[in-house]
């Protein structure tokens, strides 16, 4: 428990934190990594050159020093950072490392500015987020349907649009259970020249796992960085390989009323959560709306699945291509939904900032829209 004086230090330093959070982070990465290089097996490099975990994390940290008073407030984000850390299979040993790394970054970038008393409410501070995270994991680890990374044989690999493969994948090794709609698995790979492991997050496309689990894969070629996982599968991967996962994970699932109409949004890969929710949504016969954003015709995914469902009317498809129509607004939005369903959506940062920046103009209540980035969810402001 907390007491009030180190929660008064704590909102002290939220100005501090605004200024200087990312090269806190930023410090606190490359000092961690040097001293235990054996955790670039787990972190994404892409993400850490990028600056997107260090972004997260300095929002995770600014977050919790202004909802010190009610830390239960960012328990949504933490309990989605819990789902992805035990997809990674971080553990609980994993966590003074990290807090003895971060409490150094905070004295090297602050300089004489980290009196003992920050230094001391910032330990203990993070000393009860770090046990929140240890609970919270350890249910998961229970929950989970096999234990550590698996084998998996990949039964078949289907070209969903010019950079989207999808990957179905079978095990002897362990039981797969039925999936939840909105689910992901985590990937482990070890490419040719790498001295690290590669792991990667990928949606679940469907919640029917007859002929076994099937999950999506963009080839991440964006800017001067490129995606080691999504290449190594594109490039590397035949029916036939076997692959190494981790249990699916995840809470962002429909949890509406049975009667209540929702509203699905995709942009890019992100219709890959969606199609299993649709799929799922569909065999319960809940009316709803679905929205794609993609850049034309050619780069939507797939377009078998959807096909099938054009006849049925519970479910009313709408496709935005930028090329020629520009980007989703409020006036295109306004014409589709009422505002009164609730919304569940997928797809870049960028494309969610966009999202939620539109649900305000439109007086969409935050609470009636639930997503998932591809992307650290804490670098989305909340």
């Known amino acids: 428990m907390l007491?009030?004086?180190?929660?008064?230090?704590?909102?002290?330093?939220?100005?501090?934190?605004?200024?200087?959070?990312?090269?806190?982070?930023?410090?606190?990465y490359k000092h961690?990594?040097?001293?235990h290089p054996e955790l670039l097996n787990v972190f994404n490099k892409t993400n850490q050159k990028l600056g997107r975990q260090q972004t997260a994390l300095a929002q995770t940290v600014i977050a919790a020093a202004?909802?010190?008073?009610?830390?239960?407030?960012?328990?949504?984000?933490?309990?989605?950072?819990?789902?992805?850390?035990?997809?990674?299979?971080?553990?609980?040993?994993?966590?003074?490392?990290?807090?003895?790394?971060?409490?150094?970054?905070?004295?090297?970038?602050?300089?004489?500015?980290?009196?003992?008393?920050?230094?001391?409410?910032?330990?203990?501070?993070?000393?009860?987020?770090?046990?929140v995270f240890i609970k919270m994991e350890a249910a998961l680890y229970d929950e989970a349907d096999w234990k550590d990374f698996?084998?998996?044989?990949?039964?078949?690999?289907?070209?969903?649009?010019?950079?989207?493969?999808?990957f179905t994948v079978q095990s002897d090794a362990?039981?797969?259970?039925?999936?939840?709609a909105g689910q992901y698995i985590t990937v482990k790979v070890h490419p040719d020249g790498e001295e690290n492991d590669a792991l990667r997050h990928y949606s679940i496309c469907s919640v029917d796992i007859t002929n076994g689990l099937k999950f999506a894969v963009k080839r991440d070629v964006a800017g001067e960085e490129k995606g080691m996982v999504s290449n190594f599968l594109h490039d590397n991967v035949k029916v036939g390989d076997e692959i190494l996962l981790s249990a699916p994970a995840g809470e962002f699932v429909v949890e509406a009323d049975a009667d209540k109409s929702i509203v699905l949004i995709s942009g890019g890969v992100g219709m890959?959560?969606?199609?299993?929710?649709?799929?799922?949504?569909?065999?319960?016969?809940?009316?709803?709306?679905?929205?794609?954003?993609?850049?034309?015709?050619?780069?939507?995914?797939?377009?078998?699945?959807?096909?099938?469902?054009?006849?049925?009317?519970?479910?009313?498809?709408?496709?935005?291509?930028?090329?020629?129509?520009?980007?989703?607004?409020?006036?295109?939005?306004?014409?589709?939904?009422?505002?009164?369903?609730?919304?569940?959506?997928?797809?870049?940062?960028?494309?969610?900032?966009?999202?939620?920046?539109?649900?305000?103009?439109?007086?969409?209540?935050?609470?009636?829209?639930?997503?998932e980035p591809f992307g650290p969810k804490m670098s989305i402001t909340i």
């Not at 362990?174 to 939840?180: E, L, M, S, Y």
Request: charged share 25%.
């Open 3 to 28: 007491t009030e004086e180190t929660k008064s230090i704590i909102k002290s330093t939220i100005p501090v934190l605004e200024e200087h959070g990312e090269a806190i982070t930023s410090a606190f």
């Open 32 to 35: 961690m990594f040097a001293e």
């Open 66 to 131: 202004k909802h010190i008073d009610h830390l239960e407030a960012i328990i949504p984000n933490v309990n989605q950072i819990a789902h992805k850390h035990r997809a990674l299979e971080i553990k609980p040993e994993h966590y003074p490392i990290v807090g003895e790394n971060l409490i150094w970054a905070i004295q090297h970038v602050l300089g004489d500015a980290a009196t003992p008393e920050i230094v001391d409410a910032w330990t203990q501070t993070y000393g009860v987020i770090a046990d």
């Open 150 to 166: 698996a084998k998996f044989k990949v039964v078949a690999i289907k070209q969903e649009s010019p950079d989207i493969k999808s």
């Open 174 to 180: 362990v039981t797969v259970k039925p999936v939840k």
């Open 272 to 371: 890959t959560p969606i199609m299993a929710m649709l799929e799922d949504e569909i065999a319960k016969g809940r009316d709803i709306k679905f929205i794609h954003s993609a850049y034309n015709s050619e780069a939507v995914p797939f377009k078998d699945e959807i096909t099938k469902y054009h006849n049925n009317d519970k479910v009313h498809f709408y496709f935005n291509y930028s090329e020629t129509a520009g980007r989703l607004n409020k006036a295109k939005l306004t014409d589709i939904m009422n505002g009164d369903e609730e919304i569940y959506m997928c797809g870049s940062v960028g494309f969610m900032e966009a999202m939620l920046e539109v649900f305000n103009a439109m007086d969409i209540d935050r609470s009636q829209v639930h997503f």
